[in-house]
């Protein structure tokens, strides 16, 4: 089988159904899987009607930790062992994929399996019903600024992310999952892949990414917050357990808060 789409979700009952809908609505034509891990406070009966599928398999359990990061990746390593295609796609339950989203991706040129992909995607507003592209900053594109400022690659988000079996497999090898656990897969994947393989753009826009009041990130965006603090603390040291880190304007901030906080915590 060529594609696993691995969808984890929870709590997200308002869009699980949408974005289940987009990975049947494939215009790929040949055979690939769908496989659901969900986590929410209640099973969804619902889901049930999409099981008459034979390409859905639906796992449900109760949140396997408290730190929603943390649930989303062990789900996610879970999916993997049960699933069987060659190319995997992640999917977050609130989010969804153009139509075209297999066939563009069947059709690259070249040897997927040393690179980690990433599409372009669009920011979806659930209140506004409308959507607007996530444009790659101009300024990080420079070597400059790659060299002086920060280093992290760009993310659009863990739903446009797509890549070989092996190079996931080769991830849950190397990491601890329960370090660094408010990190979640999709900066832990690209810090990952860019030591151990090569990260591309694929340049067309296949995701819609839900803006809404349940996504995962909305507690770390206040700059003035801990968390978000905590958080990019971690992943300078989740950056540095991997490669050999660049002394940059953005590593000398983290590492003066990892300071900070470790001499608060004593």
Request: hydrophobic share 35%; net charge positive.
């Amino acid at each position: 089988m060529q594609f696993s789409i691995l969808i984890n979700t929870h709590n997200q009952e308002k869009y699980i159904y949408r974005c289940i809908d987009s990975c049947l609505k494939q215009t790929y034509s040949r055979s690939f899987e769908i496989l659901i891990f969900d986590t929410s406070n209640k099973k969804n009966i619902k889901i049930n009607s999409y099981l008459k599928y034979k390409n859905i398999k639906y796992f449900y359990a109760n949140s396997f930790s408290k730190i929603p990061e943390l649930n989303q990746i062990i789900k996610i390593k879970k999916l993997l062992l049960a699933s069987k295609g060659k190319i995997i796609c992640l999917l977050d339950g609130d989010d969804f994929f153009c139509k075209d989203k297999l066939k563009k991706i069947i059709n690259i040129k070249g040897n997927i399996k040393n690179n980690l992909y990433q599409n372009f995607s669009y920011n979806y507003f659930e209140t506004k019903k409308k959507k607007n592209i996530i444009s790659f900053p101009f300024y990080k594109k420079y070597f400059f600024y790659k060299c002086v400022i920060n280093d992290w690659p760009f993310i659009s988000g863990t739903s446009s992310l797509f890549f070989s079996r092996n190079i996931l497999k080769e991830f849950f090898k190397r990491i601890d999952i329960f370090k660094y656990c408010t990190l979640a897969i999709d900066i832990k994947l690209m810090l990952f892949a860019k030591r151990f393989y090569q990260i591309k753009i694929f340049p067309y826009y296949l995701t819609y990414k839900s803006i809404n009041n349940d996504n995962l990130s909305n507690k770390y965006k206040s700059f003035f917050s801990l968390n978000f603090w905590n958080r990019r603390v971690e992943q300078t040291a989740f950056q540095e357990h991997f490669s050999s880190y660049k002394l940059n304007l953005n590593y000398l901030i983290n590492k003066l808060f990892s300071f900070i906080i470790k001499f608060k915590s004593n």
